[in-house]
């Protein structure tokens, strides 16, 4: 875990303006502690994640949503849109994103989580940034386990940077951690400004954010979001896993299908290579359902 000024691999800033991971790497035992014992699974929230000019820079470089560079994932478990283009972003988030990616960063995070040969996916298929408006949602899952177009590719890890600045617990957006039977919410997480999380995926990680926002219009809960997987022989490839909460009645039912829908989705684009941008026209056009008015 050099110390040393660097600069990342494109855009110019150092990696020391990104984050402190020297200070992050003096306190591993405790967090490999904290995140191997954190039930339901492995997972570790962390305050203060980037520098404070560094986050606040980065909430105010979030481009809006727009038609050509946001896919929107609007249907029964879900409502949100993501921006997989970095060059699209503004130079903080692009050296933010680039230092998550890098391979000290990597080394840092196989330490924590005990993951050995992690690996950043550079076409962030499925994360980037994320917006979801007032209204918007996303049901408890268990994520999808292998990369749609590399299937050798394993998915392990999730890291989620969370900006949002002035977020009240009023406008919901928690993130809910289940209990591997799906009986119990175990922990939530609210998505603070400046706030990490990063946790293990498998098939019964359970975890999302249910309830409809209930922010003002104009305001949305945004996060950077990056996966990690590790390479192997013959992973099992499951899709994302939706699944319902005790005492969601009759919402089961939706829920259950659309999954299907989602499953049968995910069995088209691993074989002829339909992209997310594809699937967000099916479902009737970019904002067509939007989860509010921005």
């Known amino acids: 875990m050099s ?21 992050l790497a003096r306190q ?28 606040h820079a980065a909430v105010l470089e979030v481009p809006p949503v727009d038609r050509e ?25 692009r050296a933010v994103w680039e230092e998550m990616t890098s391979p000290r960063f990597l080394r840092f995070l196989g330490e924590l989580t005990g993951i050995e ?5 550079p076409s962030l298929e499925g994360a980037g940034l994320h917006q979801t408006r007032s209204g918007g949602f996303l049901n408890i899952h268990a994520d999808f386990t292998v990369h749609p177009h590399r299937r050798h590719w394993h998915r392990r890890v999730n890291l989620l940077v969370y900006l949002n600045e ?13 209990s591997r039977d799906m009986r119990t919410r175990v922990e939530v997480v609210a998505p603070l400004a400046n706030r990490a999380v990063v946790f293990t995926t498998g098939a019964d990680t359970w975890h999302g ?12 809960r945004q996060s950077l979001a990056i996966y990690y997987y590790t390479v192997e ?19 089961s039912v939706v829920i259950w299908l659309d999954k299907e829908l989602v499953r049968s989705y995910d069995w088209v684009k691993r074989r002829v290579g339909l992209s997310d941008r594809a699937w967000a026209r099916m479902l009737g056009g970019f904002g067509r359902r939007s989860s509010g008015p921005g």
């Open 3 to 23: 110390g040393g000024m660097s600069t990342d691999h494109g855009s110019g800033a150092a990696v020391e303006q990104v984050l402190d991971l020297d200070a």
């Open 28 to 55: 591993l035992p405790e967090l490999r502690t904290r995140y191997a014992t954190a039930p339901p699974f492995p997972h570790v929230a962390l305050d203060g994640f980037l520098r404070p000019d560094v986050a």
């Open 69 to 93: 560079h946001w896919v929107n994932y609007v249907h029964a478990n879900e409502r949100k849109f993501a921006n997989t283009d970095p060059s699209t972003w503004g130079p903080t988030l």
């Open 117 to 121: 040969g992690l690996v950043a996916d």
């Open 166 to 178: 002035d977020w009240l617990p009023e406008y919901g957006g928690d993130l809910e951690l289940w």
């Open 209 to 220: 954010h249910p309830d409809p926002l209930r922010c003002p219009p104009g305001r949305a």
């Open 233 to 251: 022989d013959a992973p099992v490839a499951r899709s994302t896993e939706y699944r319902a909460r005790p005492g969601d009645g009759a919402k």
